[in-house]
Antibody, heavy 119, light 110 residues
């Protein structure tokens, strides 16, 4: 059974860079699309972007200028970097596996990690 | 404002059937499959329906999905207290070149 686990700092100050890692176990990261999705407190789900083991990436246009997603096949991990954070970036961040391109088939999810941006 | 539109709330009594709608446009639901997720309180979303009407292993057959044009629906029959959760629809959007979500529907069991 594939499992995903997010890790990274839970507190940031405005203008800092958010860096999270998702560790994948129970399956190889060298296939599928690996996504980051966030959920602001009491709000709905927002897709941030995905990375593929080949280096291909795809980002939500609303966040594209601040986001980088990379996949490390040697560690079976993928990561999210979001620059210049503000309070609006406070959210639970989920990593999720996307089963096939051009779909919303998120079949495995991490438990999520809360990131709070506050001065 | 979410790209896909869902009612913010729905409710039903134990044993009843409830239907949750999801509407979009040609660039998303009109051209692509719909996916449904259940989010229990304090938990991560869980895939309930994929490719509009397929159930992953372990999802009971009292849960079903359908799609027609740019609209979709999720039906849950034989409601139980454990079905109380938030439900989200999602689809690929050809204009965005990425997945989009509905705003979520909070299901309350009366």
């Amino acid at each position: 059974q594939v499992q995903l686990h997010e890790s990274g700092p839970g507190q940031l100050k405005p203008s800092e860079t958010l860096s999270l890692t998702c560790t994948v176990s129970g399956g190889s990261i060298s296939s599928f699309f690996w996504n980051w999705i966030r959920q602001s407190p009491g709000k709905g789900l927002e897709w941030i972007g995905y990375g593929y083991y080949s280096g291909t990436t795809n980002y939500n246009p609303s966040l594209k200028s601040r986001v980088t997603i990379s996949v490390d096949t040697s560690k079976n991990q993928f990561s999210l970097h979001l620059t210049s954070v503000t309070a609006a970036d406070t959210a639970v961040y989920y990593c999720a596996r996307q089963n096939g391109g051009s779909s919303a088939d998120f079949d495995f999810w991490g438990r999520g990690t809360l990131v709070t941006v506050s001065s | 404002q979410s790209v896909l539109t869902q009612p913010p709330s729905a409710s039903g009594t134990p044993g009843q059937t409830v239907t949750i709608s999801c509407s979009g446009s040609r660039s998303n639901l009109g051209n692509n499959f719909v996916y449904w997720f259940q989010q229990l309180p304090g938990a991560a979303p869980k895939l309930l329906i994929y490719r509009s009407n397929q159930r992953p292993s372990g999802v009971p057959d009292r849960i079903s999905g359908s799609k027609s044009g740019a609209s979709a629906s999720l039906a849950i029959s034989g409601l139980r207290s454990g079905d109380e959760a938030d439900y989200y629809c999602a689809s690929w959007d050809d204009s965005l070149s990425g997945p989009v979500f509905g705003g979520g529907t909070k299901l309350t069991i009366l």
